[in-house]
């Protein structure tokens, strides 16, 4: 509505022709940012169960399990490697996202400002590894089995897409394969909250981040973060 007010305003100003040339140079540049910021919202979208506070009020410990994730490499990349070897580079990925989401937890529990605890991603992963759950079946096993198993409250899960992998492990070992050395270009991570009990949304993230990134997932993990946080009610 204000954006409406101001074009309006803009347009009555031409009352004259010295004006006329001033005033549509204002409306280009509005316009152009205008375009620019619907762009901008466009990489972002939040969802929060209106619910969410109540539920997560009785909540004492969640858990993070491994991202499924999925690196879309060139073809001329593809040629140097092994399906195999992308497979493990996406587990390593995806194992990757976990441990920064944890990090990040940690250090929102360090300040005091974290209302639940975390379980080790250890814990989880090796819990899930003696039911033979593993990252390209878990999609098979619904919110609330998985809460079941590992004991816990909620479930925070996910999927990453990436053009080039943004771990330190998997970037070195992808760089010697291909030759390849760099940051990802384009990051897309879509991330779930999921009730323990019934497997009721909480609360669903998804954000894409294209250009330099920086080279490690704790820098994704912060952007992710970064907006989000004021919507989990884990945090203070």
Request: aromatic share 8%.
């Amino acid at each position: 509505m204000i954006v409406i007010i101001i074009i309006l305003n803009l347009i009555y100003d031409i009352n004259s022709k010295a004006k006329k040339q001033k005033t549509m140079k204002k409306l280009l540049i509005l316009s152009f940012s205008l375009i620019i910021s619907f762009s901008a919202f466009s990489q972002t979208s939040l969802y929060e169960n209106p619910n969410f506070d109540a539920i997560a009020s009785k909540h004492e410990i969640i858990a993070i399990v491994p991202f499924r994730t999925t690196i879309t490499l060139r073809p001329k990349q593809m040629e140097k490697i092994t399906p195999e070897q992308l497979v493990k580079m996406q587990e390593a990925e995806g194992k990757d996202v976990q441990l920064g989401m944890y990090s990040w937890f940690l250090k929102r529990e360090k300040q005091g400002k974290l209302r639940v605890k975390v379980q080790d991603p250890n814990i989880s992963n090796a819990k899930l590894a003696k039911e033979g759950i593993t990252m390209s079946n878990i999609i098979e096993y619904t919110p609330d089995e998985l809460a079941k198993l590992l004991g816990v409250d909620a479930v925070i899960s996910g999927t990453f897409e990436t053009s080039k992998p943004m771990s330190e492990g998997a970037s070195v070992a992808l760089g010697l394969l291909v030759g390849f050395w760099g940051a990802t270009n384009t990051a897309v991570i879509n991330l779930f909250i999921h009730n323990g009990e019934d497997a009721e949304l909480l609360v669903n993230y998804n954000k894409k981040i294209s250009g330099s990134v920086g080279s490690s997932t704790e820098d994704l993990v912060n952007i992710l973060m970064r907006k989000a946080s004021r919507r989990v009610s884990y945090t203070k």
